[in-house]
């Protein structure tokens, strides 16, 4: 499978760095080696979702419980939970921290990914959710704190888009 094991790793890292202690998701293959990561760590919770927007309420959950939490969803994924993300977690102030695999972006071989590429920063910059890609591997921990260091603070929505420069090996 192209995509990178190594890169996952230090997303994953990052993201425990950050006291991150429940992940939800769907299977994705852009995700996959995270999720698997998830499920094989006895000090992550990882929730299997049936929708996207169901990583809403286990985060908004997480949240009043005391415990981080990390959405992780393909940007399909994203424009299928915009309802739970606005009347949810922008409304009750909840931060919610979305890793968010940017399909249909620049390389993009697979015609059906395009359209959720092409709208994906647009609908974020609509809803007014700070984002950043995560595109090179020395830049991801940092990154992934300083985004949840703002969820937190600001009690909002903030997104990391996973760029195919990060998360596949075999670009040619």
Aim: include cysteine.
């Amino acid at each position: 499978m192209p995509v990178s094991k190594p890169n996952s790793q230090i997303i994953y890292d990052a993201l425990k760095a950050c006291d991150i202690r429940i992940i939800s998701a769907l299977p994705e293959t852009w995700l996959v080696h995270l999720i698997r990561m998830g499920d094989d760590d006895p000090d992550m919770t990882l929730v299997r979702l049936a929708k996207e927007e169901e990583g809403v309420g286990i985060s908004a959950g997480a949240h009043l419980a005391g415990v981080k939490s990390a959405m992780l969803m393909q940007n399909h994924g994203f424009l299928a939970s915009i309802n739970a993300i606005v009347s949810c977690a922008q409304l009750y102030r909840i931060p919610l921290l979305m890793i968010i695999s940017h399909r249909g972006w620049f390389g993009e071989k697979d015609p059906w990914q395009t359209e959720g590429g092409l709208v994906t920063i647009p609908v974020l910059e609509a809803l007014d959710i700070p984002h950043t890609t995560l595109d090179d591997p020395d830049t991801v921990e940092l990154r992934i704190h300083k985004a949840q260091t703002l969820a937190e603070a600001s009690s909002r929505p903030v997104a990391l888009l996973l760029d195919r420069d990060l998360m596949w090996e075999d670009d040619a």
